[in-house]
C-alpha cells in the first residue's frame, strides 16, 4: 500500500504541497488530477523521495520514504514528468543501465531488458540512440524504464504526454492491464483519460486535495449530470409548453437552450427531482406522452453524464 | 555492502562509456598527451638537461592538470541537473555517496588512463640511460594522487551548479589556489606579510609541495595522507551538495 501521512513542502515563499493524505491499495488506479501548478508533480516526488518533505512522510508497505529510502525505491517504478534520459546511450544500452543500478545482471539483466522492449514497442528503435528518438519513442522509453524491475508500485507524471491517440491508447492499455497486482499513482491533465482508466481521482489545487472519489462520483458533481437532453420541433408557444411540462410534479427546471424557427428545431435540458423514485423508462415514457399532446415530434433523448472539464473548472477556480 | 557495490559498477560503468562515446575524451587524452610532450621535450629542454631523469617531465604535470581534471569533470553533476537526469538517477535505489564514488572514481580512471599512455616517456629515459626507478614509481603515485585530488575538486564544483562553465571555472580557480600557494614566489611575498607559522601553513596545504617531494623519489606517508584526505573531504562536500538538492 502506498500512503501519503500530511505531506507538506514549500519552496521559498510558496507552499507548494499541503497535508496531502490519501492510501493506494494494490489493484487500485489513483488518477492525480489539477491545474498546472498545483503540486501534482511535487507530491510524486516526495512519494519517491526524490525530494524531501518539509513535514509529513510518503509510507510504501509500512515503510517510511524518509528514513528506508533505498528499500522503497526499489519498490518503485517511477515515470518522471520530463522523462529524463540519458541521451547519449542507445535504448537496450539504457534499459540494460537501469537493471544493472537495480542490481540485476547477467542471463536475468538480459531477458528483463527483451521484455521491457517487446511490452513497450521499441523493438524497432532498440539498437538507437536515444537522442535521435522521437518525443513518443522517448516517452515509451521512459515507461519501460519504470517498469523493467517489475515494482509493486508505479509513479507515472503524465504517462500518455507527447503521444498521439493512438500510442495514448495503447498505454493506456498496459497500464490498466498492470494495475490487477500493482498499485498505480498518474497524474495527467487529460480528464476523459482519468475516467478512463482510474477507479479514483483526487483533485489537487494550490498545493490541497480539493476532492477524493471515484471518477463517477466527480462527475455527478458536474450541476447538470443526469439532466435530460432532448431535440425536438421549432416550439411556437414557449410559456404554453413550459407550463404543460411543469405539470409533471418531479420536474425541477426546464431551459431552453436553442429554438430555432429556420430550422424548425430546438434544444431543451430538463433536470428532475434527485429524490423522485421514477425510473428513466418512466420517465421517457412520460416526456412522450407530453410532447405527443403538443404535437411535437421528439427527435433525440439523451442523459447528460456530467463533464468532468466542468467539475474541475468549478471545483479548482476558486 | 554487496548492493552498494553493484550501484558503484553500475554507474562507473555507465560514466566510462558515456566518456568514450563522446569525441570530448578522445580530444582530451591527445591535447594531455601533446602537451605534455611539449612541455617536457620542448619548453623544458628535456635533452639539453641531458639527464636521464622524470623530474622535469612530472613538473609539468600540476599545470596540465589543473585543465584537463575540471575539463573531464565539469559535465558529471551539472550535465544531470541540466537535462533533469539527476532526478532518474535519485529515484533509482542509491545513495548520494554512492553516485557521488563512481563519478569520482570514472573521472579518476579516465585521467589516468591519460598518465598511463605517457609511458613511452619512461621507456625514453631507461633507452637513453639508467633512471632511478624509484623516483619513477613514485612520480607516478604523486601524479595518480594529485590528479585524484584536482578531480574531486572538480566533482565538487560540478555538483553545486547546473553550468558547467562555471563548474570549470570555479574548479580551475580553486585548484590554482591550492596549486600555488606552494609556489615560490607566492611564498616569498607571504613571507613578507605574514608570520613563519602562516606561511608553513599556507605552503602545507599547497598541492605542489606534497606533489614535488613525491617526484623526487620520497614517499612519505604524510603526502599520500594530504591527498587522500583532500579526495575524501571533496568527496565529502559533493555528497551533501547533492543531498541537499532534495531538500
Same mark, same amino acid.
Given at each position: 500500500m502506498i500512503e501519503a501521512k500530511e505531506l507538506t513542502k514549500s519552496f521559498g515563499q510558496t507552499k507548494a504541497v499541503r497535508n496531502v493524505s490519501f492510501n493506494v491499495e494494490t489493484g487500485d488506479i489513483l488518477g492525480f488530477l489539477g491545474p498546472n501548478g498545483a503540486g501534482k508533480s511535487t507530491t510524486m516526488r516526495m512519494l519517491t523521495g526524490y525530494i524531501a518533505p518539509d513535514s509529513g512522510d510518503a509510507f510504501i508497505d509500512s515503510k517510511s520514504v524518509t528514513e528506508n529510502p533505498i528499500e522503497v525505491k526499489s519498490q518503485i517504478g517511477y515515470l518522471s514528468e520530463i522523462s529524463p534520459l540519458y541521451s547519449e546511450m542507445t535504448v537496450t544500452e539504457f534499459l540494460n543501465f537501469c537493471c544493472e543500478i537495480r542490481g540485476f545482471s547477467g542471463r536475468k539483466k538480459i531477458s528483463m531488458t527483451e521484455k521491457a522492449i517487446e511490452k513497450c514497442f521499441l523493438s524497432q528503435a532498440k539498437? +538507437? +540512440?536515444?537522442? !535521435?528518438?522521437s518525443k513518443g519513442y522517448r516517452q515509451r522509453v521512459s515507461f519501460a524504464q519504470s517498469i523493467i524491475h517489475d515494482p509493486k508500485y508505479l509513479i507515472l507524471d503524465e504517462? !500518455?504526454? @507527447?503521444?498521439?491517440p493512438n500510442q495514448k491508447q495503447e498505454v493506456r492499455e498496459m497500464i490498466k492491464s498492470m494495475s490487477r497486482e500493482k498499485a498505480i499513482i498518474l497524474s495527467t491533465h487529460i480528464l476523459d483519460e482519468a475516467a478512463a482508466i482510474c477507479n479514483r481521482a483526487i483533485i489537487i489545487s494550490n498545493g490541497e486535495i480539493i476532492a477524493d472519489d471515484t471518477p463517477r462520483g466527480l462527475l455527478e458533481k458536474d450541476p447538470d449530470f443526469g439532466s435530460y437532453d432532448i431535440e425536438t420541433d421549432f416550439i411556437k408557444d414557449i410559456n404554453h409548453f413550459k407550463s404543460s411540462l411543469n405539470k409533471i410534479q418531479i420536474i425541477d427546471k426546464i431551459e431552453i437552450k436553442k429554438n430555432s424557427e429556420k430550422n424548425d428545431n430546438s434544444w431543451i435540458k430538463i433536470f428532475f427531482s434527485k429524490t423522485s423514485s421514477f425510473s428513466t423508462s418512466e420517465i421517457i415514457l412520460e416526456l412522450e406522452k407530453i410532447f405527443s399532446n403538443s404535437s411535437l415530434k421528439l427527435k433525440s433523448i439523451s442523459r447528460d453524464k456530467g463533464d468532468l472539464t466542468k467539475v474541475f473548472r468549478i471545483l479548482t477556480s476558486n | 555492502m554487496s548492493r552498494s557495490l553493484n550501484s558503484v559498477k553500475a554507474i562507473l560503468k555507465r560514466e566510462l562509456l558515456s566518456y568514450f562515446h563522446s569525441p570530448t575524451a578522445y580530444v582530451v587524452l591527445v591535447v594531455f598527451l601533446i602537451l605534455q610532450g611539449f612541455f617536457t621535450f620542448y619548453v623544458g629542454g628535456f635533452y639539453e638537461? @641531458? +639527464?636521464?631523469?622524470l623530474s622535469l617531465f612530472f613538473t609539468w604535470h600540476p599545470w596540465i592538470f589543473l585543465f584537463l581534471a575540471p575539463a573531464v569533470t565539469m559535465r558529471l553533476f551539472s550535465d544531470e541537473k541540466r537535462t533533469g537526469t539527476i532526478e532518474l538517477l535519485m529515484t533509482f535505489p542509491v545513495t548520494p555517496a554512492e553516485i557521488t564514488t563512481a563519478k569520482f572514481l570514472a573521472a579518476w580512471i579516465f585521467i589516468s588512463s591519460g598518465i598511463v599512455l605517457t609511458f613511452p616517456v619512461v621507456i625514453t629515459v631507461y633507452y637513453l640511460g639508467s633512471p632511478d626507478t624509484g623516483a619513477i614509481i613514485s612520480g607516478y603515485i604523486g601524479s595518480f594522487l594529485m590528479a585524484g585530488a584536482l578531480i574531486s575538486i572538480g566533482c565538487f564544483s560540478s555538483s553545486i551548479t547546473k553550468s558547467q562553465v562555471i563548474a570549470f571555472l570555479s574548479a580551475a580557480s580553486l585548484s590554482l589556489f591550492l596549486i600555488l600557494a606552494g609556489h615560490s614566489p607566492v611564498i616569498q611575498a607571504a613571507s613578507g606579510i605574514f608570520p613563519k607559522i602562516i606561511v608553513n601553513f599556507i605552503s602545507e596545504m599547497s598541492i605542489l609541495t606534497h606533489f614535488k617531494s613525491l617526484t623526487k623519489g620520497i614517499i612519505d606517508l604524510r603526502d599520500i595522507i594530504y591527498f587522500l584526505s583532500i579526495i575524501i573531504f571533496m568527496l565529502f562536500l559533493n555528497t551533501s551538495a547533492i543531498n541537499s538538492n532534495s531538500k
Open positions: 539498437h +538507437q +540512440q536515444i537522442n !535521435t528518438l504517462p !500518455t504526454d @507527447g503521444l498521439d | 638537461s @641531458g +639527464q636521464a631523469e
